[in-house]
T-cell receptor, first 113, second 117 residues
Framework: SAVISQKPSRDICQRGTSLTIQCQVDSQVTMMFWYRQQPGQSLTLIATANQGSEATYESGFVIDKFPISRPNLTFSTLTVSNMSPEDSSIYLC??????????FGPGTRLTVT | GDSVTQMEGPVTLSEEAFLTINCTYTATGYPSLFWYVQYPGEGLQLLLKATKADDKGSNKGFEATYRKETTSFHLEKGSVQVSDSAVYFCALSLANAGGTSYGKLTFGQGTILTVHP
């Protein structure tokens, strides 16, 4: 399985500001995914990030609010823009493999005040 | 759309008790099914999986069988331990047209399991 790291591990931000979360994988992967886990709730997919192309966003998530970059096969970033307290969540990246499995990073715990 | 429904929790058991966490799904195709576990203070880990009907996934004493006729993937363990206390998520993934799944995961709502000594 891939080893995935995320930065920062946690942050406290003021409303109206933006935060960029980094996801680094120790091997080359085709697809990466970004999920949100709101307090006490399940995981919801934000978008699928393909290297060299635009990310594919799920219903309810838009590029202006959650811009994603995927410059190479081992790295991706998710930006949470113009934050509000409702954006307080854990944000997780994951990678998929050909055995139908996904492996998750440790998550970034974001608190917006 | 595709969805996963887990039994409502939380679930509280005594050590060595039998565990069942129910999971049913709705999908337009033939999904792969997963159980993920999130231990306190840790990230999400893949516990077990099954990729086709009648497959049984197993790991760490946990088992789940892919039942196409009942669209279910219930998680079981014969004797739970305190260290099994965690949040358990059932999830599905649909293969793309080529049959190789890089597909997104759709999660159930999660079930909190607490095991007392």
């Amino acid at each position: 399985s891939a080893v995935i790291s995320q930065k920062p591990s946690r942050d406290i931000c003021q409303r109206g500001t933006s935060l960029t979360i980094q996801c680094q994988v120790d091997s080359q992967v085709t697809m990466m995914f970004w999920y949100r886990q709101q307090p006490g709730q399940s995981l919801t997919l934000i978008a699928t990030a393909n290297q060299g192309s635009e990310a594919t966003y799920e219903s309810g998530f838009v590029i202006d609010k959650f811009p994603i970059s995927r410059p190479n096969l081992t790295f991706s970033t998710l930006t949470v823009s113009n934050m509000s307290p409702e954006d307080s969540s854990i944000y997780l990246c994951s990678v998929g493999n050909r055995d139908y499995e996904q492996y998750f990073g440790p998550g970034t715990r974001l608190t917006v005040t | 759309g595709d969805s996963v429904t887990q039994m409502e929790g939380p679930v509280t058991l005594s050590e060595e008790a039998f565990l069942t966490i129910n999971c049913t799904y709705t999908a337009t195709g033939y999904p792969s099914l997963f159980w993920y576990v999130q231990y306190p203070g840790e990230g999400l880990q893949l516990l077990l999986k099954a990729t086709k009907a009648d497959d049984k996934g197993s790991n760490k004493g946990f088992e789940a069988t892919y039942r196409k006729e009942t669209t279910s993937f219930h998680l079981e363990k014969g004797s739970v331990q305190v260290s099994d206390s965690a949040v358990y998520f059932c999830a599905l993934s649909l293969a793309n047209a080529g049959g190789t799944s890089y597909g997104k995961l759709t999660f159930g709502q999660g079930t909190i399991l607490t095991v007392h000594p």
